[in-house]
């Protein structure tokens, strides 16, 4: 991925799969790379059509639920590239769960029955359905990783105003219904996913990426239950097949590992697989568009100059 300079850029960030650019400080660009992360590491080798493949997931969930509350998108310029509204961030993630899985089963199993202050119910399994959905919001770190906040804590803290919070767990129970909705028209059923919002003057919008496989859990409705009742691991539609590589691999991030070889038939598998999500999670057949730098930064600053 270049390092363009977009006219009137005023910053330019590169996170671990994306690249954000500001413009006047009002406005962000946002190009969603193929690079992939797994364990808060970058694999070393890119994985075709990944940048795309969330990039137009994350426009058509956006699409799907700008009528719950405002959202950043402005414009999608390019296959992989977004334009939108640059917030003032909330410095939390509204983590949204529905079922008692990843995260909230470990915190459960090891015997607590309170996360992020909100009392859980006993005699749960792992994969459960919640009585119904909870919000387990975490700080978001500059450094390190996120850690898990009650709802009282961010008020005290300041993180949110009450009536601020009062809007987002509203804007974020709202939304996670949606996607629901969405899912299931899939066959599918979201599990949990996370939302994050900020503002301009005194409106709330939502921001980033919502319901990709990046930020969301899904599992295959059809057998869910019968798998449930025999105690199996239920099927998933996430990355979490390429975790599972690494750790066959005995990678997990950990000082001292080496992230393994990735041959060019296991990054075409990733990138089919990418593929079978967005077409499984959107119900739409997958165009890849492979565009050159040149194409892509013409048609960004293009948009750019019809927006501003």
Known sequence: MSNFSFPNQTSFYSGKVRDVYSIK??????????????????????????????NQIAAFMLNETKD????????????????????????IEMVVRGNLTGHAWRT????????CG?????????????????????????EGHDEDISAEEIINSGLASK??????????LQLFERGKAIAAKQGLILVDTKYEFGKIGDTIYLMDEIHTPDSSRYFYADGFEDR???GEKQKQLSKEFVREWLIANNFMGKEGQSVPAMSEEWINTI????????????????????????????LITEALLKIE
Do not use: H
């Open 271 to 298: 990138s089919k697989r990418y593929i079978e999500l967005y077409e499984k999670l959107i119900g739409q057949t997958f165009i890849p568009l492979q565009l050159t730098d040149e194409e892509t930064y013409r």
């Open 25 to 54: 400080e009002q406005l962000l660009v946002m190009i969603a790379s193929d690079r992939i992360s797994a364990f808060d590491v970058i694999l070393p080798l890119p994985i075709p059509y990944k940048g795309q493949v969330l």
């Open 68 to 91: 719950i509350c405002p959202n950043w998108l402005l414009d999608i310029p390019a296959p992989n590239a977004s334009i939108g509204l640059r917030c003032t961030p909330f410095k």
């Open 108 to 115: 459960y199993s090891s015997g607590s029955r309170t996360l």
């Open 118 to 142: 909100i009392k859980l119910p006993e005699n749960l399994k792992e994969n459960d359905f919640f009585p119904s959905p909870i919000i387990t919001p975490s700080t978001k770190a500059t």
């Open 163 to 172: 009536e601020d919070w009062e809007i987002l767990s509203n804007y974020a």
């Open 228 to 230: 449930q009742l025999k």
